[in-house]
């Protein structure tokens, strides 16, 4: 226990929450503790990535024990990988019921880099990740039993809920949904779309994580309305 303790404060991991699961430190650990596939492990390894960031060290192990989470950390300390692992490995393989997982994205431009991530942790799996845009909207939309096809969805808030408006989109099997950039999704007035999106996610065992560069009372609120049981990692300044 103090070993966790000190290896937390030496990677500057701040938690905040009831029965948190301890941090792990090497990626050779998703394979021989968590039972992770091999194609995850190996796309890591191929990746180049050498350990894991603090923010993926105490995330990971959250997200894989189903519960929700509220991630604060710097701009580049990888956050998009700290969503991606734990959700790869639940989701275990493609089903064809439709999409199980979204990602809320404020930016076009975040999403597409989101895309190209969950692309690269994903070979050897046939999953299918859809970035939901004009056109992807148009052929689900000719097309129902398309989208039945997919696993993954990456959308920004405006196009998802003209989506959902639309009746183009399925969302009650969706397990894991991840708001990424919460502070900036608030900041372009997301607190407007949430009611339709969080009802046409109706899946009862639905887990939620939301991942920020800063901690804004807005973000804590919106948490704190939508999730159960949060736990709160800060990696970085306590009170930053
Ligand atoms: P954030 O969302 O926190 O701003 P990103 O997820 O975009 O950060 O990651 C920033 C960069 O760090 C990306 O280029 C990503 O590929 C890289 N990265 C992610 N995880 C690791 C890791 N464990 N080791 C080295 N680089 C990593
Ligand atoms: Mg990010």
Same mark, same amino acid.
């Given at each position: 226990?103090?070993?966790?303790?000190?290896?937390?404060?030496?990677?500057?991991?701040?938690?905040?929450?009831?029965?948190?699961?301890?941090?792990?430190?090497?990626?050779?650990?998703?394979?021989?503790?968590?039972?992770?596939?091999?194609? &995850?492990?190996?796309?890591? !390894?191929?990746? /180049?990535?050498? +350990?894991?960031?603090?923010?993926? @060290?105490?995330?990971?192990?959250?997200?894989?024990?189903?519960?929700?989470?509220?991630?604060?950390?710097?701009?580049?300390?990888?956050?998009?990988?700290?969503?991606?692992?734990?959700?790869?490995?639940?989701?275990?393989?493609?089903?064809?019921?439709?999409?199980?997982?979204?990602?809320?994205?404020?930016?076009?431009?975040?999403?597409?880099? &989101?895309?190209?991530?969950? !692309?690269?942790? /994903?070979?050897? +799996?046939?999953?299918?990740?859809? @970035?939901?845009?004009?056109?992807?909207?148009?052929?689900?939309?000719?097309?129902?039993?398309?989208?039945?096809?997919?696993?993954?969805?990456?959308?920004?808030?405006?196009?998802?809920?003209?989506?959902?408006?639309?009746?183009?989109?399925?969302?009650?099997?969706?397990?894991?949904?991840?708001?990424?950039?919460?502070?900036?999704?608030?900041?372009?007035?997301?607190?407007?779309?949430?009611?339709?999106?969080?009802?046409?996610?109706?899946?009862?065992?639905?887990?939620?994580?939301?991942?920020?560069?800063?901690?804004?009372?807005?973000?804590?609120?919106?948490?704190?309305?939508?999730?159960?049981?949060?736990?709160?990692?800060?990696?970085?300044?306590?009170?930053?």
């Amino acid at each position: 226990m103090d070993d966790v303790k000190s290896f937390r404060k030496r990677h500057r991991i701040h938690i905040y929450g009831t029965d948190i699961p301890n941090p792990f430190s090497s990626f050779d650990d998703l394979g021989s503790k968590y039972n992770f596939q091999p194609y &995850i492990c190996k796309n890591l !390894k191929n990746s /180049a990535y050498e +350990k894991p960031t603090p923010i993926q @060290m105490q995330a990971i192990p959250i997200m894989i024990h189903g519960r929700d989470l509220m991630a604060m950390a710097p701009t580049g300390s990888g956050k998009t990988l700290a969503y991606i692992i734990p959700m790869l490995h639940d989701l275990k393989g493609p089903e064809k019921i439709g999409y199980r997982a979204l990602i809320i994205s404020p930016t076009r431009e975040l999403a597409q880099q &989101i895309y190209r991530e969950f !692309k690269k942790m /994903a070979v050897g +799996k046939k999953f299918k990740v859809c @970035m939901l845009t004009k056109a992807t909207a148009a052929t689900q939309a000719q097309t129902p039993h398309l989208r039945e096809k997919f696993d993954i969805l990456i959308s920004t808030p405006l196009r998802l809920v003209h989506a959902i408006q639309q009746d183009i989109i399925e969302l009650k099997n969706v397990r894991h949904l991840i708001l990424d950039e919460a502070d900036k999704l608030l900041e372009l007035g997301f607190l407007e779309q949430t009611d339709e999106i969080f009802a046409a996610c109706s899946n009862v065992k639905l887990q939620k994580a939301l991942f920020s560069a800063t901690f804004p009372s807005s973000v804590e609120t919106l948490a704190n309305d939508f999730m159960k049981d949060p736990i709160r990692v800060v990696i970085g300044l306590k009170n930053a």
